[in-house]
């Protein structure tokens, strides 16, 4: 799953490098990420994959 969140609150620190941020309160800002999500397949794959290496990381640092 890719992640677009705003630059805002505490969801930029979660997200890192595995997803997308937009300008808070800025919807044209936005438009463009989700656009180019849209148009990158290769973009898409990467950041879905960087997520799911996060996410399985983040449950064995749970189980530990």
């Known amino acids: 799953t890719v992640v677009i969140t705003s630059n805002r609150g505490g969801l930029p620190g979660?997200?890192?490098?595995?997803?997308?941020t937009f300008k808070f309160n800025d919807?044209?800002?936005?438009?463009?990420k989700l656009n180019?999500?849209?148009k990158n397949?290769?973009?898409r794959?990467?950041?879905?994959?960087?997520s799911?290496?996060?996410?399985?990381l983040t449950e064995i640092r749970k189980a530990l």
């Not at 794959?45 to 960087?50: G, Q, R, S």
């Open 52 to 56: 799911k290496e996060k996410a399985d």
């Open 41 to 43: 397949k290769a973009l």
């Open 14 to 20: 979660v997200v890192e490098d595995v997803g997308l």
């Open 36 to 38: 180019e999500l849209i």
């Open 27 to 32: 919807l044209n800002d936005l438009k463009s």
């Open 45 to 50: 794959l990467k950041l879905a994959k960087k």
